[in-house]
């Protein structure tokens, strides 16, 4: 098929790279220019395992380009939406600018029978006022949702072998001819055994963000008990452990730590409220507010631990933060509790020596005011504590007795809970994990 993705950020450049991987002709389209000059010389905008790889691959074969003009994406038979929603400044809502955008341009270039496919996360309902806007611009073109479900560091294998595919369509014959499409699209997945769930537009779109809200409150309410673990003295991982063999709950996003950030899920949870309370239902989702202040109070634990480790004050102190971004086997920064907990720290006086193997870029432009190294054992030079915020491999690896040479004091914050507290004790640290005695 010919496939369009309007978009070329995370999701978009992820999502044309790996159609074009299935044998699709693709056209990503976006206006940075910038951007579009680097994905054409299949070079990554941002760090992502395996996308390099896709991206030359396609383009290599002749079955991935990248444009501004969208009149090159005109034959397209599908035309995915990826463009961002990112919260509205000043509210909890999300942005629709884009996606809105992003529609009206499609359907000044469809052809007669084509389809429209978002793929961005948006609040409910927001499909159904897409539908009305096409119905004026280009009735003889179709909407679905097919929202994604990617992690970031296995982007690329969420999109090639996904878990679940969802489709959101209208209802009647056009509805069918739609699944159809995607059925086309995604016909490797399919024939792999990748179960697939037809949905009305409203019910696809409440699925993604539903499931971020699950996933977040999971992760917030084991950093919930973990504050009561603290001060009981009871292991909240061994906890975590119990309780996780129940097949009702499961282990998974029950490690206690310093919370979530990223892109996802703290701005999907606050647009969820947002658009509750739209519908009149905001109390069907206060909880959720929770969630956030459970989630942002998880970071202020971390520079409380760092208090008190050194004495009552981390004034004039030297701090190697282990990690800025959000998560490991990723370079993205937004809302990363890492970078939080190392710009507390720097406002409360402490020289700040922050390294991540691939996020350092990006956060010297959030924070140029930190000190960054690239070496990790530059980083640990002197250092009075350690805080091991990303769970990078080579942090999770680290030789408790090499690194005590290095630093100046014994001081270790694993706000991960990633390491061996025996074995860091037994090599001479002071250690302290998240709800661990």
């Keep these: 098929m010919i496939v369009s993705v309007f978009g070329c950020g995370y999701l978009g450049a992820v999502h044309a790279a790996a159609m074009a991987d299935l044998g699709h002709t693709v056209i990503g389209v976006d206006i940075d220019e910038s951007k579009i000059e680097a994905l054409s010389a299949g070079a990554a905008t941002f760090f992502e395992p395996g996308l390099p790889d896709l991206l030359k691959s396609g383009i290599e074969r002749g079955r991935l380009v990248f444009t501004t003009d969208i009149r090159e994406a005109a034959d397209a038979d599908v035309h995915f939406i990826a463009v961002g929603t990112p919260q509205t400044p000043g509210s909890y809502a999300a942005d629709l600018s884009y996606v809105r955008a992003a529609l009206t341009a ?106 971020n809200a699950f996933l977040a409150t999971k992760i ?75 989630n942002q109070r998880q970071r202020q634990r971390v520079v409380e631990h760092a208090v008190r480790l050194l004495g009552g004050s981390v004034n004039d102190r030297r701090i190697a933060i282990l990690g800025v971004s959000f998560k490991p086997n990723s370079d993205d920064v937004r809302d990363s509790p890492a970078l939080d907990v190392a710009v507390q720290l720097k406002g409360l006086g402490a020289h700040v020596i922050a390294t991540d193997p691939e996020g350092i870029e990006n956060a010297c432009r959030r924070h140029p005011q930190l000190t960054y190294e690239p070496s990790v054992n530059d980083a640990l030079v002197d250092a009075d504590l350690v805080v091991l915020v990303t769970e990078w491999d080579e942090y999770r690896n680290l030789d408790p007795v090499e690194t005590l040479k290095i630093t100046r004091m014994n001081n270790i914050i694993d706000a991960r809970n990633v390491l061996d507290p025996a074995n860091w004790r037994e090599k001479g640290w002071t250690y302290v994990g998240i709800g661990r005695p």
């Design 106 to 211: 499609i359907a000044g270039i469809a052809k007669p029978g084509s389809l429209i496919v978002g793929k961005s996360t948006v609040p409910v309902g927001t499909a159904a006022e897409l539908v009305e806007m096409l119905e004026d611009r280009a009735p003889d073109v179709s909407l679905a949702w097919n929202p994604e479900f990617l992690r970031e560091g296995f982007a690329v294998k969420d999109t090639l072998e996904p878990d679940r595919l969802v489709y959101g369509v209208v209802a009647g014959d056009r509805g069918v001819r739609d699944a159809a499409a995607l059925d086309a699209v995604y016909a490797d997945a399919l024939a792999a055994g990748t179960p697939r769930i037809i949905t009305d537009l409203a019910t696809a779109e409440l699925v993604k963000v539903s499931a």
């Design 220 to 294: 917030s309410f084991i950093n919930a008990v973990s504050e009561i673990a603290e001060v009981a003295g009871a292991d909240i991982t061994a906890l975590a452990d119990a309780i996780g063999h129940d097949a009702r709950i499961g282990r998974k996003f029950l490690n206690a730590g310093v919370g979530f950030g990223g892109g996802c899920l703290p701005k999907d949870i606050r647009a969820f409220t947002a658009r509750a309370e739209e519908l009149g239902r905001g109390s069907s989702l206060a909880f959720l507010h929770e969630v956030d202040v459970i």
